[in-house]
């Protein structure tokens, strides 16, 4: 009798496991098509949209040139709220603080000034055209840009450390956005 318990109880266990096998087996499989099925919607769709995978690298490493330029901001300017923490007992003066944030902003244009310079030199003379058009604008939009942030701050003495920082913020950016234009090249 108790053997054919055993045996009734492995036919039970076997019979249960073969079920349960082929359900995560066939899990896998609609997984497989599923992500089969996706990849082929999205080849379709850079198909109708004349995109193609250099075209996606491209945005991906701009979109990775903007990660690493925002980091680099905000480590910056956790850097500089470490020095000031630091400094809190010297009593920095507002003058101090603004000139430091001035420093900043020229450090950022004159790394700016050079990957502009370097880029004029790749690029033919209608691109060049095109690209001294939009920097002009781009600078002006830099300048309004800093006054309508600083503005928001209702007079005061922080308003120009707020202009500064923002100036200094908006042109590390475009010059990370320039240097993704480089590719490979380093400046």
Not at 143 to 172: C, K, N, W
Request: net charge negative.
């Amino acid at each position: 009798m108790e053997k054919f318990i055993y045996l009734v109880l492995g036919a039970v266990l076997t019979w249960a496991f073969y079920f349960v096998q082929r359900r995560v087996e066939r899990r896998g499989a609609f997984e497989t098509i599923e992500r089969n099925q996706k990849l082929l919607d999205l080849k379709q769709g850079l198909d109708q949209s004349n995109t193609n995978l250099d075209d996606l690298r491209r945005f991906e490493q701009r979109l990775i040139g903007s990660a690493e330029t925002a980091a680099r901001i905000a480590d910056s300017y956790f850097s500089q709220a470490e020095e000031v923490a630091r400094q809190g007992d010297d009593a920095v003066s507002q003058r101090d603080m603004n000139e430091q944030a001035l420093d900043g902003f020229r450090r950022a244009d004159a790394r700016l000034k050079t990957v502009v310079a370097h880029l004029r030199g790749q690029l033919d003379t209608e691109t060049l055209a095109v690209f001294e058009d939009a920097h002009r604008c781009w600078l002006q939009f830099r300048d309004r840009y800093a006054s309508f942030v600083s503005q928001s701050y209702s007079g005061g003495s922080i308003r120009p450390l707020i202009h500064a920082v923002t100036l200094q913020s908006v042109t590390e950016l475009w010059t990370s956005e320039l240097e993704t234009q480089l590719g490979d090249e380093s400046v």
